[in-house]
Nanobody, 116 residues
């Protein structure tokens, strides 16, 4: 059973930065992809960033140039570095793992609020 624990959310002013972490039980090597989703109030959950086992990355257009996803294999952790944050980035951010058997695992979510 895979367990994901997120941390790093909080309140930040526009233009600020946050670093989200997702600690996963088990080895990340066996996963197809690690992803970050977000869900703002009254909106659908959207994929923000993805990194595959081969290291390929993908970002939603609104995050390109501002967010960076990476994996710390030593710590079994997926990181989302978010810079130049905007109010529209406000959402609950969820870590997701796509396993080799295509099963999805989710973290509990962490709130990110960008406001002055």
């Amino acid at each position: 059973q895979v367990q994901l624990v997120e941390s790093g959310g909080g309140l930040v002013q526009p233009g600020g930065s946050l670093r989200l972490s997702c600690a996963a039980s088990g080895s990340l090597f066996s996963f197809r992809a690690m992803r970050w989703f977000r869900q703002a109030p009254e909106k659908e959950r959207e994929l923000v960033a993805q990194i595959t086992n081969s290291g390929s990355t993908w970002y939603v257009d609104s995050a390109k140039g501002r967010f960076t996803i990476s994996i710390d294999n030593a710590e079994n952790t997926v990181i989302l570095q978010m810079n130049t944050l905007k109010p529209e980035d406000t959402a609950v951010y969820y870590c997701n793992v796509l396993a080799t058997n295509f099963q999805n695992y989710w973290g509990q979510g962490t709130q990110v609020t960008v406001s002055s």
